[in-house]
């Protein structure tokens, strides 16, 4: 029961960094925190999360990172390949991001995994591959570097720079609207981060706050993430069995119907993200 009651008051918590300061003095280690970071992360991606009794969604947590082999280190999640799992950073509908140690190189990289129900799919791991290939064709500092990919084991992955920062999403949502000057440079570097992307003959589709992040670095540059949408501009029609791809609040019209679309439709939801800094 006490994660429920972690949980309970971590969820009152609606700042970032004090949710953050809390779990690093309430969980024992980093299994009871990674187990406590998934219910939050549940609850935040469905609505009657509280309707399904705590320990349920536990055993979720523990069956969504189950093909993680043991590791020696107690403070470990666990690991993959030679990759030793430090924490869960993101989760999303189609994978999880995961903060690791790189025992080869010796270095903190982040490593992004497609989650097992779809990992079963071969049509989804074809195209997790291609996201890792598109990604790692862009060469800029204003996009996520892709180092590696794996398509061996029970989950696909790839392997890409770990990013010590936040996402323009929980910075406006911590900070409000942000002043026309850092509004400006944000904007400006996504802008950069996209002409990379175009020249290569990729488009996103997915420009929204969560894929921005922000470093915290002295120049707090802007990095461009998950290209898990994107595909050659060449390929970029109506989506598959007319399934629409994207975030609708930031989706260009012509993407939200199923219309053929290039990089344009990305300068638009640009724009909308620019809005909502503003």
């Known amino acids: 029961m006490r994660d429920r009651a972690v949980f309970l008051n971590a969820l009152e918590l609606e700042d970032p960094a004090a949710r953050a300061a809390y779990l690093d003095n309430a969980c024992i280690n980093q299994a009871?925190?990674?187990?406590?970071?998934?219910?939050?992360?549940?609850?935040?991606?469905?609505?009657?999360?509280l309707n399904v009794p705590v320990m349920e969604q536990v055993g979720a947590a523990e069956r969504a990172l189950s093909y993680l082999k043991p590791d020696e280190d107690p403070e470990s999640l666990g690991r993959l390949d030679h990759y030793q799992v430090i924490g869960v950073v993101g989760r999303g509908s189609t994978g999880v991001v995961l903060k690791v140690r790189d025992t080869k190189l010796q270095r903190d990289v982040a490593v992004k995994a497609l989650v097992p129900r779809l990992a079963a799919r071969p049509e989804s791991r074809a195209r997790f591959v291609r996201e890792a290939q598109a990604a790692a064709a862009i060469r800029d500092v204003n996009v996520v570097a892709i180092y590696a990919v794996s398509d061996d084991g029970p989950v696909p992955y790839l392997v890409m720079e770990f990013i010590d920062g936040v996402t323009l999403e929980e910075l406006v949502g911590r900070a409000g609207p942000l002043e026309l000057k850092e509004i400006l440079r944000i904007g400006t570097q996504t802008a950069l981060g996209l002409a990379a992307a175009h020249a290569r003959g990729l488009v996103h589709r997915d420009i929204k706050p969560a894929n921005i992040l922000i470093e915290t670095s002295p120049h707090a540059r802007v990095k461009l993430t998950d290209f898990g949408l994107a595909g050659a501009a060449d390929d970029a029609g109506a989506a598959p069995s007319g399934m629409i791809a994207g975030t609708p609040m930031y989706m260009a019209p012509e993407q939200a119907t199923g219309d053929v679309i290039d990089h344009r439709a990305d300068l638009f939801s640009l724009g909308s993200v620019i809005y909502m800094m503003c």
């Open 32 to 49: 009871d925190r990674r187990r406590v970071e998934d219910l939050l992360w549940s609850h935040t991606t469905a609505g009657d999360f």
